[in-house]
T-cell receptor, first 115, second 106 residues
Framework: NAGVMQNPRHLVRRRGQEARLRCSPM?????VYWYRQLPEEGLKFMVY????????ESGMPKERFSAEFPKEGPSILRIQQVVRGDSAAYFC?????????????FGDGTRLSIL | GIQVEQSPPDLILQEGANSTLRCNFS?????LQWFHQNPWGQLINLFY???GTKQNGRLSATTVATERYSLLYISSSQTTDSGVYFC????????FGAGTTVTVRA
């Protein structure tokens, strides 16, 4: 997991606040994926991004969640007006190119707790 | 999307024992990966194995793509092998199974 860097490792927010989760992909990787691990629900795909483009956001909740991967800097998963149900582990993965014929490399995750 | 089923859901082993974990998936895939989630929550990538057989130390994996299943073998288990093992399959969008929780007792 050394290559994909996620921060913070732990994030505590009160209901109604905003949460920003950051992901720096492995060097040379331009494709980023976000997954969420909810208690009792397992790991689910959220969104797939390339630099400056959202390719597939079919797993993102319709409201309050957004993701970006700018030309410079890390990918950001943003959750506005957090609620208790957003408490989960959020994992980022990266790959060097598009397509599924290569492994995704995962970060250590961000554990989000909502008070 | 791809449906992924893992069995067994729980596995208790005595240190030194061997075991086999199974992953069935519902459609042809370009990507199949096995992960170990350790007690600290980290997802450790074990294998990228959409087909064929690979080995890494005491772990090995085999995927029979035509029959849509993959097997993870743990030999001479150690207490550090405890945790949850996930299979994930798909293309760029990975679908995860519910996991097999492995407990290795000293």
């Amino acid at each position: 997991n050394a290559g994909v860097m996620q921060n913070p490792r732990h994030l505590v927010r009160r209901r109604g606040q905003e949460a920003r989760l950051r992901c720096s992909p492995m060097k040379g990787h331009s494709h980023v994926y976000w997954y969420r691990q909810l208690p009792e629900e397992g790991l689910k795909f959220m969104v797939y991004l390339q630099k400056e483009n959202i390719i597939d956001e079919s797993g993102m909740p319709k409201e309050r969640f957004s993701a970006e991967f700018p030309k410079e800097g890390p990918s950001i998963l943003r959750i506005q007006q957090v609620v208790r149900g957003d408490s989960a582990a959020y994992f980022c993965a990266s790959s060097p190119r598009t397509g599924g014929d290569q492994p995704q490399h995962f970060g250590d995750g961000t554990r989000l707790s909502i008070l | 999307g791809i449906q992924v089923e893992q069995s067994p859901p729980d596995l208790i082993l005595q240190e030194g024992a061997n075991s086999t974990l199974r992953c069935n998936f519902s459609d042809s895939v370009n990507n199949l990966q096995w992960f170990h989630q350790n007690p600290w929550g980290q997802l450790i990538n074990l294998f990228y194995i959409p087909s064929g057989t690979k080995q890494n130390g005491r772990l090995s994996a085999t995927t029979v793509a035509t029959e849509r299943y993959s097997l993870l073998y743990i030999s001479s288990s150690q207490t550090t092998d405890s945790g949850v093992y996930f299979c994930a399959a798909g293309d760029y969008k990975l679908s995860f199974g519910a996991g097999t929780t492995v407990t290795v007792r000293a």
